[in-house]
């Protein structure tokens, strides 16, 4: 077995061993802060568990959600029908964005105000469906949660909330909007019909007339920065695709800003001193699997590889290259070492190396 066949088996084996009976995945289970269940995290994990064959543990953390949603109908629908009466948006009401391992609202301090999850899992679930040939649970088991989460997002898509890394919540975000998009764009297109589709064109045109500046898409409305969360847009959730010069300048653009040996999440990133992301760094090698870039690609497979301890765990980040390195020692007195595992870290690698390996295998 190589090192990248090892790192591959016990990451799946470190995801499979911290997800709950209730079917949610643990962010980190060695960092305080991290001892619940995100959505954003844990479908992009339970993605993961599709793509290495493991459907039952996938179909695991989509029923758990979907029973969380569904116990939550009567407030999200009253949510809805005062924001359209009075056009206020009480943030604390919202649908939360993490969850304790048993399933429960957690109560902390951070903003539940997060859309980009919910785009995120309507994506993931679509994507499980289709590939265990269970498109029929999507009008059966799975319709009144979908339902209720499609009222909400189409709702509030277009509203200042918190961003993928819980930050900026009076901004309206690109990698929110193309999360929204990638969710709604799938569950229409395991449907049919073309009212979603017809949603989603005006999503992606508010993004264009909005969110672009010198030729590339920008972190949020009203900036010229970049994230590196942008590069969902052209992999999972495919606002844009193929060489779209757009989408090839954003690109580009992330590269030059943000990318050292690993990547990082944006330029004034002061958490832990704003170093490189393994599961960015990941993500990076899925857009470059997507250009036909396979030496690129294979670059960052082995980039994540070195990032990984001497147990075979993978952090949240490595503390190289940094932003602000007077900032590492701020958080680390704060909150302590760098959540590690982190599980995320772990489910991109899984989906990077099982890209390449299909791609090797069409070569052969």
């Given at each position: 077995?190589?090192?990248?066949?090892?790192?591959?088996?016990?990451?799946?084996?470190?995801?499979?061993?911290?997800?709950?009976?209730?079917?949610?995945?643990?962010?980190?289970?060695?960092?305080?802060?991290?001892?619940?269940?995100?959505?954003?995290?844990?479908?992009?994990?339970?993605?993961?568990?599709?793509?290495?064959?493991?459907?039952?543990?996938?179909?695991?953390?989509?029923?758990?959600?979907?029973?969380?949603i569904k116990k939550r109908k009567d407030k999200v629908e009253n949510l809805i029908k005062n924001y359209k009466k009075s056009g206020?948006?009480?943030?604390?009401?919202?649908?939360?964005?993490?969850?304790?391992?048993?399933?429960?609202?957690?109560?902390?301090?951070?903003?539940?105000?997060?859309?980009?999850?919910?785009?995120?899992?309507?994506?993931?679930?679509?994507?499980?469906?289709?590939?265990?040939?269970?498109?029929?649970?999507?009008?059966?088991?799975?319709?009144?949660?979908?339902?209720?989460?499609?009222?909400?997002?189409?709702?509030?898509?277009?509203?200042?909330?918190?961003?993928?890394?819980?930050?900026?919540?009076?901004?309206?975000?690109?990698?929110?909007?193309?999360?929204?998009?990638?969710?709604?764009?799938?569950?229409?297109?395991?449907?049919?019909?073309?009212?979603?589709?017809?949603?989603?064109?005006?999503?992606?045109?508010?993004?264009?007339?909005?969110?672009?500046?010198?030729?590339?898409?920008?972190?949020?409305?009203?900036?010229?920065?970049?994230?590196?969360?942008?590069?969902?847009?052209?992999?999972?959730?495919?606002?844009?695709?193929?060489?779209?010069?757009?989408?090839?300048?954003?690109?580009?653009?992330?590269?030059?800003?943000?990318?050292?040996?690993?990547?990082?999440?944006?330029?004034?990133?002061?958490?832990?001193?704003?170093?490189?992301?393994?599961?960015?760094?990941?993500?990076?090698?899925?857009?470059?699997?997507?250009?036909?870039?396979?030496?690129?690609?294979?670059?960052?497979?082995?980039?994540?590889?070195?990032?990984?301890?001497?147990?075979?765990?993978?952090?949240?980040?490595?503390?190289?290259?940094?932003?602000?390195?007077?900032?590492?020692?701020?958080?680390?007195?704060?909150?302590?070492?760098?959540?590690?595992?982190?599980?995320?870290?772990?489910?991109?690698?899984?989906?990077?190396?099982?890209?390449?390996?299909?791609?090797?295998?069409?070569?052969?």
């Open positions: 077995m190589s090192k990248l066949e090892l790192l591959y088996a016990k990451s799946v084996e470190i995801i499979k061993k911290y997800q709950s009976d209730f079917g949610l995945y643990i962010a980190s289970p060695n960092f305080e802060n991290y001892k619940f269940c995100w959505l954003r995290d844990s479908t992009f994990i339970a993605d993961s568990m599709n793509m290495s064959g493991n459907h039952k543990s996938s179909r695991l953390y989509y029923l758990g959600i979907n029973k969380i206020v948006i009480i943030s604390n009401n919202m649908m939360p964005a993490r969850f304790t391992l048993k399933g429960k609202q957690t109560n902390t301090e951070w903003s539940e105000y997060q859309l980009d999850g919910y785009g995120i899992w309507l994506w993931g679930l679509s994507n499980h469906l289709e590939i265990t040939n269970s498109k029929e649970l999507l009008d059966s088991e799975f319709r009144e949660s979908v339902d209720l989460v499609l009222e909400y997002l189409k709702c509030f898509w277009n509203k200042p909330n918190y961003d993928c890394w819980e930050e900026n919540g009076n901004k309206i975000h690109s990698s929110t909007i193309g999360c929204i998009y990638g969710g709604l764009n799938s569950i229409g297109s395991l449907r049919g019909g073309k009212e979603l589709w017809d949603f989603c064109q005006g999503m992606k045109k508010y993004l264009l007339n909005n969110c672009v500046k010198n030729g590339y898409i920008t972190k949020f409305v009203g900036t010229d920065l970049v994230d590196s969360s942008l590069l969902w847009l052209f992999t999972s959730f495919k606002l844009l695709g193929g060489s779209d010069e757009l989408m090839l300048n954003t690109i580009g653009k992330i590269e030059h800003d943000l990318l050292n040996s690993g990547l990082k999440r944006y330029t004034s990133d002061e958490y832990y001193g704003g170093g490189e992301w393994p599961l960015l760094t990941s993500f990076l090698g899925w857009v470059y699997v997507t250009l036909g870039r396979l030496k690129d690609a294979e670059k960052m497979l082995n980039n994540v590889a070195n990032c990984f301890d001497e147990n075979y765990l993978l952090p949240e980040q490595v503390p190289i290259n940094l932003n602000f390195p007077e900032k590492y020692h701020y958080w680390k007195n704060k909150w302590g070492e760098i959540a590690n595992p982190l599980l995320w870290s772990h489910a991109m690698y899984i989906i990077l190396y099982c890209l390449l390996q299909k791609e090797r295998n069409n070569e052969g």
